[in-house]
Every structure is written in structure tokens, then in C-alpha cells.
T-cell receptor, first 113, second 114 residues
Framework: GENVEQHPSTLSVQEGDSAVIKCTYS??????FPWYKQELGKGPQLIID?????GEKKDQRIAVTLNKTAKHFSLHITETQPEDSAVYFC????????????FGRGTSLIVHP | EAGVTQSPTHLIKTRGQQATLRCSPI?????VYWYQQALGLGLQFLLW???????NRGNFPPRFSGRQFPNYSSELNVNALELEDSALYLC?????????????FGPGTRLTVL
């Protein structure tokens, strides 16, 4: 089955800096890659997603890049703000897995004011 | 539009008891997924229901079971509770089966087993 590795597990940045979270996946048939943000006491919320026919997608301060050859994808947050502090999860899904996403273990992002 | 709702918010049980968790999907969504999120771990897939049937289950013992009702709401049952079942249980819903579809999560039920 699919295996998703996510790094780093913890990321501490100063307000205004950029943050990058990286994920690798094992199933070359995976074609959908969502990113979720989970704030304390809440369920994960989708922040951006990318499909395998696209190499990059941007939404204001958030961008995701996908390298299908290397089987890795990354989340980029620019101009970080304290409210960006949360746990971020990447996921990958494939037809072979009924499109049920396999999640990474999460990255705890701390943005210091 | 109302999001995914789950009840109860918190649930405290003792070892050996049974727990029942409930989920209402977003209106129009037919697929419901259950995940376990134990402390420090990612989301572990438990069960997937669509159109009233169990479509897939993760690597969990049979004492984790559930069902989906005609209105697409769902119930997760955990029998013979063990201490390691303590976790946040998340429900998600999506609109499509058989295609990449965004899952929308509820706030979760925090289950504590004493």
C-alpha cells in the first residue's frame, strides 16, 4: 500500500519567514495530494490540494509543488503569521487505494511573533 | 452550509466497555470515513462507508465496526475497549466515490479509556 513520509515533525519560524514542509510517497499511481491544517481541538481543514497533472499550485501565501518523478511534494507558506501555527498533514491517494488518502504523520508549525 | 458534525465531543469509558460515536456528513455527501488519531500519530484510516455499505476498512481489529444509515449519517462502534483505544476519532465525508475527492472533516470525538 501507499506510504507517506513527512518532514520535519516540528518547524519553528519567526513571523514573516517562510516555512517549507516536505512529503514523499511510494505509490507511483497516486494522483491526488491534499494538505490539511489542524488547529488545537479541531478537525483537519483542507488548505490546498494538487492533482498529478499539475506541477505547482498557489493560493495567496500558500503554494504546493509536486515532483512526480521523484515522488515528492511540498507545502510552502510565505510571510508566516502567528495564526499559521498548527499541525499540517500531507496526504496522497491513488486509484488502487480507492482514493482513500494515506496521511503523513504531521508537522507542528510554530510561528513566533 | 453545515459542516460535518460529530457527537459526543468527549466520551469517557472504562476498559472492556463499548463506545458508540456518531457522525453526520455534509448534505449531499454519500461517503463517510472514520479515522483514529492517537497522540503523536497521524490519521489512521479505520472504515469507509458509502451508500449504506462498508467499502473498505483499515488495519484494525473486528471490534471496530460501524454502519451507515439511509440518511448517510454513520456510527462507529468500538467493543471491548482497551486503554490504547484512547484517541481522537475523526469522521470525514466526501461527495464522490471512485475519484479523487476532497474529504471534509468534523471536529472529532475525544475518547478516553480508563
Amino acid at each position: 500500500g501507499e506510504n507517506v513520509e513527512q518532514h520535519p515533525s516540528t518547524l519553528s519560524v519567526q513571523e514573516g519567514d517562510s516555512a517549507v514542509i516536505k512529503c514523499t510517497y511510494s505509490d507511483s499511481a497516486s494522483n491526488y495530494f491534499p494538505w490539511y491544517k489542524q488547529e488545537l481541538g479541531k478537525g483537519p481543514q483542507l488548505i490546498i490540494d494538487i492533482r498529478s497533472n499539475v506541477g505547482e499550485k498557489k493560493d495567496q501565501r500558500i503554494a504546493v509543488t509536486l515532483n512526480k518523478t521523484a515522488k515528492h511534494f511540498s507545502l510552502h507558506i510565505t510571510e508566516t503569521q502567528p495564526e499559521d501555527s498548527a499541525v499540517y498533514f500531507c496526504a496522497a491517494s491513488s486509484p488502487g487505494g480507492s482514493y482513500i488518502p494515506t496521511f503523513g504523520r504531521g508537522t507542528s508549525l510554530i510561528v513566533h511573533p | 452550509e453545515a459542516g460535518v458534525t460529530q457527537s459526543p465531543t468527549h466520551l469517557i469509558k472504562t476498559r472492556g466497555q463499548q463506545a458508540t460515536l456518531r457522525c453526520s456528513p455534509i448534505s449531499g455527501h454519500t461517503s463517510v470515513y472514520w479515522y483514529q488519531q492517537a497522540l503523536g500519530l497521524g490519521l489512521q484510516f479505520l472504515l469507509w462507508y458509502d451508500e449504506g455499505e462498508e467499502r473498505n476498512r483499515g488495519n484494525f481489529p473486528p471490534r471496530f465496526s460501524g454502519r451507515q444509515f439511509p440518511n448517510y449519517s454513520s456510527e462507529l462502534n468500538v467493543n471491548a475497549l482497551e486503554l490504547e483505544d484512547s484517541a481522537l476519532y475523526l469522521c470525514a465525508s466526501s461527495v464522490e466515490r471512485g475519484a479523487p475527492s476532497t474529504q471534509f472533516f468534523g471536529p472529532g470525538t475525544r475518547l478516553t479509556v480508563l
